[in-house]
Nanobody, 126 residues
Framework: VQLQASGGGFVQAGGFLRLSCVASGLTFSRNAMAWFRQVPGKERESVAAISRSGSPLYFIDSVKGRFTISRDNAKKTVYLQMNSLKQEDTAVYYC????????????????????WGRGTQVTVSS
């Protein structure tokens, strides 16, 4: 299984980025997907998740209304559209996957997920 995240970069505050995570080696449509982020010295935190059926969840109050998670099963890709970026969004962003039954609500806890990508750096300057 591989999860290849991309789309990170350097952006000014107020700007936007769209992260993508392409999955291979798994049946994408059977997986709940999530985005986490981590800054040095801090624990990895869940940002958003999306169920097999496409229902989104956002776990950080400060990203609600600014970030949008979505998925394209045909492309085996999960996206995180990040608008109105703030310096506090600076982190390495990771995508994660978990094979679930259809009715499972994705968890915000990292140990729920079986597969992880290598991360993409997002840096937001003032």
């Amino acid at each position: 299984v591989q999860l290849q995240a991309s789309g990170g970069g350097f952006v000014q505050a107020g700007g936007f980025l769209r992260l993508s995570c392409v999955a291979s080696g798994l049946t994408f449509s059977r997986n709940a997907m999530a985005w986490f982020r981590q800054v040095p010295g801090k624990e990895r935190e869940s940002v958003a998740a999306i169920s097999r059926s496409g229902s989104p969840l956002y776990f950080i109050d400060s990203v609600k209304g600014r970030f949008t998670i979505s998925r394209d099963n045909a492309k085996k890709t999960v996206y995180l559209q990040m608008n109105s970026l703030k310096q506090e969004d600076t982190a390495v962003y990771y995508c994660a996957a978990k094979d679930t039954i259809l009715t499972v609500i994705p968890s915000k806890y990292a140990d729920f997920y079986a597969y992880w990508g290598r991360g993409t750096q997002v840096t937001v300057s003032s």
